[in-house]
């Protein structure tokens, strides 16, 4: 009896352990509210306020979505394969979870349910939240036949409004001029990868825009981040935070 204790104590600690290792985790929090900003890699983060957990472009190469919590909301930009996993999707659902996606996402499965589908400008009110989905897409750069990586109406970033904070997820998106639209942001994930998204220096003029409180620039490779502390050092009201989002 006391060797299964034991076992059952050391799996539980070794999973807290693995857990601790894979994910970077910033706090906010007042009197009323704490949010958890958990972050996995690339576009692959998830978020927990007030005991509600909210998984955005979930990917299982970036973490063991096996250690992290059950979804009660899970967020998809769009579909391409870096942030669109049906099997983390599966893994992460619970038999209440909503699933937003887009057109293209919807068209890719089967035998999924509680799909919301949301196209750009559509707004969603969950879990004391709301969220619009707002345009994500490229104007410059584009593959060798011309087309943008990503089309204009084909992703989507979130807006994602609460009583507490407001969070804007850009998704794959270049600056573009609906930005100029959108309320005030406290927290900012920016993605900063060419020559699917920005270059650090686009991603400070987008910021220079929004205004955001806080940047974290994530879906970044070989992107040096820490340079966008340089290229915003007199932007006395923005502070950028850097992860590893690799």
Do not use: W
Request: aromatic share 10%.
């Amino acid at each position: 009896m006391r060797q299964v204790i034991l076992f059952i104590l050391l799996s539980i600690i070794s999973c807290s352990f693995l857990l601790s290792q894979d994910l970077q985790t910033d706090i906010f929090k007042n009197d009323k509210h704490e949010l958890k900003i958990n972050f996995v890699g690339h576009a692959s983060l998830f978020i927990e306020l007030d005991g509600k957990i909210t998984h955005i472009d979930p990917v299982f190469r970036m973490g063991d979505y096996s250690n992290y919590p059950k979804a009660d909301l899970i967020l998809v930009t769009h579909h391409h394969s870096d942030h669109f996993d049906l099997n983390a999707i599966e893994i992460l659902k619970k038999d209440e979870t909503k699933i937003v996606f887009t057109q293209e996402c919807y068209e890719m499965v089967e035998n999924l349910s509680n799909i919301i589908i949301m196209k750009n400008e559509d707004v969603l009110r969950i879990n004391h939240m709301t969220i619009e989905a707002v345009p994500a897409y490229n104007i410059i750069h584009r593959n060798e036949h011309g087309t943008p990586y990503h089309p204009k109406g084909q992703g989507n970033g979130y807006i994602i409004k609460t009583d507490f904070k407001t969070l804007y997820i850009a998704g794959d998106t270049e600056k573009i001029p609906e930005m100029k639209t959108f309320p005030k942001i406290d927290i900012a994930f920016l993605p900063a990868n060419l020559p699917y998204t920005m270059s650090l220096e686009m991603v400070a003029r987008v910021a220079r825009i929004i205004r955001p409180k806080i940047i974290y620039p994530y879906h970044y490779d070989y992107t040096q981040a820490s340079t966008l502390k340089e290229l915003l050092k007199n932007q006395k009201n923005i502070e950028v935070r850097i992860k590893d989002m690799k």
